[in-house]
């Protein structure tokens, strides 16, 4: 599995990688927010939400870190 992830982050121009992981990282914040300010009511949806939210955080995160371009501002 983490040949395949390494094979997709060598695949991916620099430019594909900071977008995306910005992409990916503002995802992770709305799902936390969701579970955090939304009106839903089961705790499982919460927790799912929660997990879905940071994941998405760290894979954006480390796509943006693992980019050529750290010098610009995401």
Partial sequence: MFDRLVAVDSALSESQKLFGGAVIVAL?????ALMSFGEIGAESVKIV?????????????LLVGTSENREHAV
């Fill in 49 to 61: 939400l929660g997990i879905a939210g940071a994941i998405c955080v760290i894979v954006g995160t």
């Fill in 28 to 32: 992770g914040v709305v799902f936390i």
